[in-house]
Antibody, heavy 124, light 108 residues
Framework: QLQESGPGLVKPSETLSLICIVS??????????WGWIRQPPGKGLEWIGS???????YYNPSLKSRVTISADTSKNQFSLQLSSVTAADAALYYC??????????????????WGQGTLVTVSS | EIVLTQSPATLSLSPGERATLSCRAS??????LVWYQQKPGQAPRLLIY???NRAPGIPARFSGSGSGTDFTLTISSLEPEDFAVYYC??????????FGGGTKVEIK
């Protein structure tokens, strides 16, 4: 299971901080990625970034300058920070698991388990 | 960035009918093409990965196909619970990962 946690309201120009609490599997499980995805109300999905079990991070180029994803393996959770938020960052934020699967080209990493999502509003 | 274009935006069908959803990439992608289903108020659910592999628990009426720039999700006979929004996703040029804009399958 994955469960997002964090403030539902963030002021413009401030930093959005969310945590994903993971249960049932260790965030340090070999080969796993752990990702953040967001969805503005009534719109489609946007990948924010992912963290590999080793701690290596990968970010959407369009958000890279403002995003930090980190993991705390002792608490079995990973987190998202998005700085300098604007109204365009208002969305439902999901965390999701990306375990390695055997695929045609080697390993692939679909998002197979998702949290329920947490709605973040940006307003002063 | 690889752009995924899904068509049609909305598909109006009746239960029992066949649904064919398209996902076209702006450039050739690998077989690492994924499909998700999302119902209102719920997180997306993994349906298909690696173009054609069904995720555990996904009924056989869901199938994926395609290669290069053109991929298809087919639902052979729509059940009432299949009316939802469907998204494709690619990870060909990792560390970039993109989703399509979605296709809504609605009851006619």
């Amino acid at each position: 299971q994955l469960q997002e946690s964090g403030p539902g309201l963030v002021k413009p120009s401030e930093t959005l901080s969310l945590i994903c609490i993971v249960s049932g599997v260790s965030t340090s499980s070999s080969g796993y990625y752990w990702g953040w995805i967001r969805q503005p109300p009534g719109k489609g999905l946007e990948w924010i970034g992912s963290i590999y079990y080793s701690g290596t991070t990968y970010y959407n180029p369009s958000l890279k300058s403002r995003v930090t994803i980190s993991a705390d393996t002792s608490k079995n959770q990973f987190s998202l920070q998005l700085s300098s938020v604007t109204a365009a960052d208002a969305a439902l934020y999901y965390c999701a698991r990306q375990p390695p699967r055997r695929c045609s080209g080697g390993s692939c990493y679909p998002f197979d388990y998702w949290g329920q999502g947490t709605l973040v509003t940006v307003s002063s | 960035e690889i752009v995924l274009t899904q068509s049609p935006a909305t598909l109006s069908l009746s239960p029992g009918e066949r649904a064919t959803l398209s996902c076209r990439a702006s450039q050739r992608v690998s077989s690492d093409l994924v499909w998700y289903q999302q119902k209102p108020g719920q997180a997306p659910r993994l349906l298909i990965y690696d173009t054609y592999n069904r995720a555990p628990g996904i009924p056989a009426r869901f199938s994926g196909s395609g290669s290069g720039t053109d991929f298809t999700l087919t639902i052979s006979s729509l059940e009432p619970e299949d009316f939802a929004v469907y998204y494709c996703q690619q990870r060909s040029n990792w560390p970039s990962l993109t989703f399509g804009g979605g296709t809504k399958v609605e009851i006619k």
